[in-house]
């Protein structure tokens, strides 16, 4: 399998050139030639395989043999997904139905996909797990039997999840410095504690004085000066990264596989008609983990829909209802990220958003479209979305036709939560167990009748919202819908304590309700991260001279790596 630039400058890359360079350099994202379709008979013979070796499976169909052979493919996936603290990986639990009163049984198959049983508690770690040893991987093969070492500086800004998954993905490995900066004392305690709790030599937390944007200009500035580019090897673990996106679509295939054992549906169709369809509500900031879904869709995993599920930044949302595609209208007090009890979907525009417009324009939708795998119409493709993008740069926003949106509208729906309903959501999943009749009634004690509350972190409970909604309105064609929860509500205690200890509605309060703790909400070990050493180096700005700020963050990086790294050529497949 080769990658081309969804901007059509650069194409034929094999796979490690695509992970090493991460955006290309005409400023696209990579994708690969074709979308492999899996005959539904092959999809099926997958359904009983523990998770790492479905993801080589699916790894299997993007990566040439000749690249990774099947044996070191597998290696890979199995150490990564070994960090996780069950055998499942991202283990699926049924919600209670909260909405009895609605009579409408597709409440009763509403399921938790949860993401978050990895080393920092949120989705991110199942595909930096496999990013870090990736990287380790085609690392160790340029060195063989070379003296010169070659390495490389991944260089990243957070403003919370992406640079603890990161650095846990990539603590202790060889050849691969990190530098992850964060805004000082602007993100959560916890992830400030998660990641500069992390001792390892090749580790570099670095609080820089100022914002979050001022750390992604620090980066931005860096990666553009060449020659501290090429000296460094400077690498982005962004969300753009192909290798996190096919590391995301094995759960779809997992979770599929999960919710068929546990209804006891015959896994033995034969037609695609005849099988059990699944739709699936994904809240969604970069659209990095809805897009995996719908590289399952593409390659033939039953999903009926995908539902994208935005916060109040919710330029997707608008996206799939006016087939504009806009920032916020400057003047309009409202063009900047707006902050959000989800803060790791408080985006402006949605990086991989342009992967889809890509297949979009070139006339897929659920399929691909007919005669789309030619180079002419991959060009055509590309030129348009180079024009749509510097549309977005130059005049904010781009329309597409209506045929792109209807294809759209094939596979995705969209809604948008508020953080009142958001609020809203965590209360009524969490205080359900006080509306339960005191004796299990046959309902509630039937197999999997579904847990008798859940604590919804933030995100998750977005996405919640929009399946709610979605079924509500009669939009669901199937009777099973999953959710997929991002995050461990102990990541974001604030938002979720406060939602279920304020307000207490009066059945909780004469049923016993107690006020919750961080410590009945959140895994030990991040609990236990308070009295941890830390490590952490601080960039002073002087009050906000961002030149500071920008020659605190090179020096750091001179003074930890030295001299650089030699050039060494990636493998040539
Ligand atoms: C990153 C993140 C998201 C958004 O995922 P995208 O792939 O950017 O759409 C949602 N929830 C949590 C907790 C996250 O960390």
């Avoid at 690969?32 to 899996?38: A, F, I, L, N, Y």
């Avoid at 991040?526 to 030149?547: A, H, N, Q, Y």
């Amino acid at each position: 399998m080769r990658y081309r630039s969804t901007r059509g400058k650069s194409t034929n890359l094999s796979f490690e050139e695509a992970v090493f360079e991460g955006l290309a350099t005409d400023g696209g994202l990579y994708i690969p030639h074709h979308v492999p379709t899996v005959p539904l008979s092959e999809i099926l013979s997958w359904a009983d395989l523990p998770f790492p070796k479905l993801a080589a499976k699916i790894f299997r169909k993007f990566i040439a043999e000749q690249e990774i052979p099947d044996k070191d493919l597998e290696d890979i996936l199995t150490r990564s997904f070994a960090t996780f603290s069950t055998p499942e990986v991202t283990p699926l639990t049924k919600l209670p139905n909260v909405r009895p009163e609605l009579g409408n049984h597709n409440f009763d198959n509403l399921y938790v996909l949860e993401l978050f049983r990895g080393p920092t508690f949120a989705f991110k770690d199942v595909a930096l797990q496999v990013l870090g040893n990736l990287f380790e991987y085609f690392l160790a093969r340029r060195n063989r039997g070379s003296v010169e070492q070659y390495g490389i500086t991944v260089l990243g800004a957070t403003s919370g999840d992406t640079g603890g998954a990161a650095i846990y993905g990539l603590r202790g490995k060889k050849n691969v410095n990190v530098f992850i900066l964060h805004p000082k004392g602007r993100i959560s305690p916890v992830q400030e504690q998660q990641m500069t709790s992390v001792l390892d030599e090749n580790v570099h937390n670095v609080a820089v004085e100022g914002t979050f944007d001022d750390c992604q200009d620090i980066v931005k500035t860096l990666f553009g000066d060449e020659p501290f580019r090429r000296r460094f090897h400077l690498a982005a673990i962004n969300s753009i990264n192909w290798a996190r996106i096919l590391a995301q679509t094995t759960y779809y295939f997992y979770s599929y596989f999960t919710l068929l054992k546990r209804i006891g549906a015959p896994s033995g169709a034969t037609s695609y008609a005849a099988l059990t369809k699944v739709q699936y509500s994904v809240p969604t900031g970069n659209f990095g983990d809805i897009l995996a879904g719908y590289y399952a869709v593409r390659m033939g995993l039953p999903i009926e829909r995908l539902i994208v599920a935005t916060n109040e930044n919710d330029i997707l949302h608008r996206f799939f209802q006016t087939g504009r595609y806009e920032k916020k209208k400057a003047g309009s007090g409202d063009e900047e990220v707006r902050q959000t009890l989800s803060p790791a979907m408080d985006i402006l525009v949605s990086s991989n958003f342009e992967r889809l417009i890509w297949y979009l324009s070139r006339g897929d939708g659920r399929h691909t479209g007919a005669d789309a795998e030619t180079e002419e119409k991959a060009q055509v493709a590309s030129a348009t979305i180079a024009q749509w993008m510097s549309d977005l740069k130059a005049k904010g926003g781009f329309s597409v036709p209506e045929d792109v949106l209807a294809r759209a509208k094939e596979v995705f729906s969209s809604f948008c939560t508020s953080d009142a309903q958001t609020t809203d959501a965590i209360q009524r999943y969490y205080h359900h167990q006080f509306s339960l009749p005191y004796e299990p009634t046959p309902s509630h004690a039937g197999a999997d009748s579904g847990c008798p509350a859940y604590v919804l972190d933030p995100h998750t409970a977005v996405g919640v919202v929009a399946a709610e909604n979605f079924i509500q309105n009669g939009g669901s064609a199937t009777a099973y819908t999953i959710c997929l929860s991002t995050a461990s509500p102990g990541k974001f205690p604030e938002a979720v304590l406060k939602a279920i200890n304020e307000n207490v509605p009066n059945t909780s309060l004469q049923r016993g309700f107690k006020a919750v703790s961080y410590a009945d909400i959140a895994p030990r070990q991040l609990v236990e991260l308070e009295g941890l050493p830390k490590r952490c180096v601080d960039i002073s700005t002087d009050g906000g001279k961002k030149e500071l700020g920008l020659e605190g963050v090179r020096n750091t990086i001179e003074e930890k790596v030295g001299a650089g790294f030699p050039a060494v050529a990636a493998a040539k497949i």
